[in-house]
């Protein structure tokens, strides 16, 4: 066909075939425009019951008119051949997109949105497609979801129940002997799988908040089997793996899910509506931020009401493990209990990499990461011991999470790359090579970008891997570090700091900068290491104490003074309490982590110790001491010592 010209359309590549029949790109050459042509093959030509569905697919298409519903532009017949005339949709299926690894929760919920206004269009016409899948849904460059092949679609009065299950339309390509049940396998509802009546409720199983919105968020099909027969199997008595959907959803969105998915039609949305609806609200604070803020708050007794949070978790020994800050409200009752545990690391780990961060903590709260020798270690807050990562022996720093919680990145100073490697270990993936300036910190957004603190500004690269960009420039002996995406994808938090002296960092300056304007302000004059933490609180370090400030988010200002959290909290390269970064994290959910420190009151003693263990300690008086040198001829010995001011 390829290079025929049928009526007024030149044929000229084959985008595809289906069970109704192949689809062309051809050019209408009376209207100088690029279409899609779908021809039903001359062998099922002479089939009435195939001509008459493909008829029925013309009329349903022109009975929808909606911007996420791919037009019919005709159809026709020429030469024998019947065919439609369709609108060209330029982009990746949403297959080939989630072949790539799964959807950020934000992008998802963005594409499910735009399908479920199409399943709402066509069912308000009395509409069903009855094959949703993500091969039938295309993407363009702009992100505009189109909702293709209603080659199954089925106005709803158009024909009695009893003939939906002697309709001879297959199941898929490997099953196209089997027959006799409408839709793709690993999409249909159990009542489809049953080859019983579909209905409006059969659509939103499929897709809606369904199987594909699982598939998105988690890169694999939410039925599976090795044959048809087992995949159909499955929909029909298993549930899925919802354990494998990111951990840091909106509370609602499993829940929505489920509700989707039930195997009962009765139990699931009637109206796709519905769902839409609850999927705007979802898309308002796609990781329930705000809803676990509300689950938290308490009613504080009048004198403890001007403090405005408190920590609600864990001191841990060498490691912490601080739980939830909580929100203070009048509107909740009931006190929050303290949950307090200590984690000690494992004899012959220790922390040897001092110059930056050595802890992370996943999204959920779930886990911790810490880089303990040359590698990185993992621990659950259910498991008694961390357990290393294998194939990050490459004398890791600076750990940082990925949004849902299953990736790891990390520096290797071995080969001066910034990598990633699953939490459950195998081959390490890199991001970038390091080139002249050495990264201070790094932060990976839900946006699919990891931002980057550095002399001179802040950076930007891909999940995926790429160049660095620089989209914040600062002044000569500048740096910033902790950049953070705020909620509102435009305004940068980071710490900018200048100088090289141990208290400069106190020094230091928290800012936010909005992207689209340039402008920056300060919103906290002396400290580092700011984040945003759901609970509407920017928490900070200042010295060796983490305190915490109220902050609207959606004014981007800050709403109250600081609260002191902790204290006595580690610092990098100060054994003082001064130094650099502050040992500790917060979780999305407001968990945190910490690695308690020396209060600047605190000292070291220098001590020597042979080969055979002797050890003898130096007259010298006690003091902030830090790495440590001896002379080839061990006469001598160099080291660094922190006053806790400029050096």
């Not at 409720?201 to 809606?208: C, L, T, Y």
């Not at 970038?432 to 980057?452: A, K």
Request: glycine residues 10%; neutral net charge.
């Amino acid at each position: 066909m390829i290079g025929k010209e049928i009526a007024h359309y030149r044929i000229e590549a084959l985008l595809g075939a289906g069970g109704m029949g192949e689809v062309y790109q051809a050019r209408d050459t009376r209207l100088g425009r690029n279409v899609a042509v779908k021809m039903l093959p001359e062998i099922f030509a002479r089939d009435a019951d195939r001509v008459a569905r493909f008829e029925r697919e013309a009329k349903v298409l022109a009975s929808l008119n909606h911007a996420n519903i791919a037009a019919l532009y005709g159809m026709e017949q020429a030469d024998g051949k019947h065919f439609l005339v369709m609108e060209l949709v330029e982009g990746e299926t949403l297959a080939e997109r989630i072949a790539r690894g799964p959807i950020a929760a934000e992008e998802a919920l963005k594409i499910a949105h735009q399908i479920a206004e199409a399943l709402e269009a066509a069912h308000e016409k009395s509409v069903i497609h009855r094959d949703l899948k993500p091969a039938n849904v295309k993407i363009t460059p702009e992100g505009k979801v189109k909702v293709l092949d209603f080659g199954l679609a089925k106005a709803l009065e158009a024909a009695p129940a009893q003939m939906a299950s002697n309709s001879p339309t297959v199941l898929s390509a490997a099953a196209s002997n089997a027959g006799m049940i409408l839709g793709t396998a690993g999409y249909m509802s159990p009542e489809q799988a049953r080859g019983h009546e579909a209905d409006q409720r059969s659509d939103i199983f499929s897709f809606a908040f369904g199987c594909v919105l699982y598939e998105m968020l988690t890169g694999r099909q939410t039925f599976q089997g090795e044959t048809v027969t087992d995949i159909i199997a499955s929909i029909v008595a298993r549930e899925p793996d919802f354990r494998a959907l990111p951990a840091n959803l909106h509370p609602k969105t499993q829940d929505v899910i489920r509700r989707c998915l039930a195997k009962n039609r009765k139990d699931r949305w009637h109206a796709i509506a519905d769902v839409r609806v609850e999927l705007e609200t979802i898309m308002a604070d796609p990781f329930g931020t705000q809803l676990q803020a509300e689950r938290i708050v308490q009613r504080q007794p009048q004198w403890r009401r001007a403090i405005p949070i408190v920590i609600t978790a864990a001191i841990v020994a060498v490691l912490a493990i601080a739980g939830t800050l909580a929100v203070i409200n009048r509107r909740a009752a009931g006190p929050i209990g303290i949950t307090r545990f200590s984690f000690m690391l494992p004899e012959g780990q220790t922390f040897l990499n001092n110059a930056r961060n050595v802890v992370a903590i996943s999204p959920d709260g779930s886990s911790i990461v810490y880089t303990s020798g040359e590698q990185l270690y993992i621990r659950a807050m259910d498991e008694m011991t961390g357990r290393p990562i294998p194939g990050t022996s490459q004398s890791p720093s600076r750990p940082f999470f990925s949004p849902d919680g299953r990736w790891v990145g990390f520096m290797a100073r071995t080969d001066r790359k910034v990598k990633k490697i699953s939490v459950t270990g195998g081959a390490a993936v890199t991001i970038f090579e390091l080139m002249d300036q050495i990264p201070y910190s790094f932060n990976w957004h839900t946006d699919g970008q990891i931002y980057i603190g550095e002399p001179g500004g802040v950076f930007r690269v891909s999940e995926n891997g790429g160049k660095p960009e620089k989209i914040i420039t600062l002044k000569e002996g500048e740096i910033a570090a902790d950049p953070q995406m705020l909620p509102d994808g435009d305004h940068m938090l980071f710490t900018m700091g200048m100088g090289a002296g141990v208290d400069s960092w106190d020094k230091a300056q928290i800012v936010i900068h909005s992207l689209k304007t340039g402008e920056r302000k300060v919103v906290i004059d002396g400290g580092t290491d700011g984040r945003y933490v759901p609970t509407g609180h920017i928490v900070y370090a200042l010295g060796s104490t983490v305190l915490a400030v109220p902050f609207d988010a959606a004014r981007v200002q800050r709403t109250g003074g600081p609260v002191p959290i902790i204290e006595a909290v580690r610092r990098a390269g100060a054994a003082g309490g001064g130094g650099y970064d502050a040992f500790f994290a917060f979780s999305a959910t407001g968990s945190l982590v910490y690695v308690p420190g020396a209060t600047s009151a605190d000292a070291l003693t220098l001590a020597v110790v042979d080969r055979a263990g002797n050890r003898k300690i130096l007259n010298v008086a006690q003091a902030a001491y830090a790495a440590p040198r001896a002379s080839p001829n061990g006469k001598q010995l160099a080291i660094s010592m922190d006053d806790g001011k400029e050096s």
